[in-house]
């Protein structure tokens, strides 16, 4: 079946090959269930649990564990205000009337993020009921993530994004091997059997990262004082087009921020 603006394109799957990074929408993307929400973001935050700055761990190495607790008061002596700072990030974003926005991936970066940014592994988008879960997914550079199957047809999860073109051929359960998403950028997922079935990963280089909610907030734990860009992303933006980004300065125990996005969503 053709969908509304895919004009010239015989198939929903040739419309994708083509537009799937300039302008996906033509070729019938369709918005998330509501419903679905919590449980994504849910799992979102449980996949991608946030680090703790990596300060302590390396002076516990076992050479030096004599030591430890020594450098542990020098280290804390020096950078305890520091540390104390780490503040929750509330950022609230809504769409272009003002409502709430859900799916939108949510990311601080600055050079020391950067450096901090770990992949994780076991981090999931499965298949279910023909479409993916989750719709959306934010992950650090250096992620795993695998594509379990649980439908009882086949599918055929593949990408044609430059951060990361790859092709899971036809099959059922999990592959043995996940994916390893290596290069910042956004990932377009689509199934070469049914060609309604998107989705997309956010490859991000920050381990300050996540997915909002029916609220369309998110919070962002354990997050260092200092001088952020504070970097919004939603499928609705226009394909191609860099992610929403301002300045954010984090101090103290908290801070917040307001996103207005130009995209409709709901
Ligand atoms: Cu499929």
């Not at 199957?149 to 593949?158: I, P």
């Amino acid at each position: 079946m053709l969908v509304s603006g895919m004009g010239a394109f015989e198939s929903i799957r040739a419309c994708k090959a083509v537009l799937f990074h300039t302008q996906p929408w033509r070729c019938g993307f369709q918005r998330p269930a509501v419903s679905d929400e919590d449980r994504w973001i849910g799992r979102a935050l449980r996949a991608n649990p946030l680090p703790r700055p990596p300060l302590v761990k390396p002076l516990l190495r076992p050479g030096l564990s004599r030591l430890a607790p020594r450098w542990l008061a020098l280290v804390l002596l020096v950078l305890g205000p520091a540390w104390a700072a780490a503040a929750t990030v509330t950022v609230q974003v809504v769409n272009d009337a003002g409502k709430p926005l859900v799916n939108a991936a949510v990311f601080l970066e600055s050079k020391e993020a950067r450096a901090a940014a770990r992949g994780l592994k076991g981090v999931e988008v499965q298949q279910v009921d023909k479409r993916f879960d989750p719709l959306v997914t934010v992950v650090s550079i250096g992620t795993e993530v695998l594509f379990p199957n649980r439908d009882k047809v086949r599918h055929h999860v593949y990408s044609f994004s430059p951060p990361k073109p790859f092709e899971l051929k036809l099959y059922a359960g999990t592959p043995a091997n996940p994916v390893l998403f290596d290069k910042p950028g956004i990932v377009v997922l689509g199934c070469n059997i049914h060609d309604k079935m998107m989705a997309w990963v956010v490859v991000v280089e920050t381990p300050y990262l996540g997915l909002t909610g029916a609220s369309g907030a998110i919070s962002l734990r354990d997050v260092p004082a200092g001088a952020y860009r504070l970097r919004v992303w939603h499928p609705e933006l226009p394909p191609g087009g860099a992610a929403f980004d301002t300045a954010l300065s984090v101090a103290g125990a908290a801070a917040s921020a307001n996103v207005r996005l130009p995209v409709a969503g709901r």
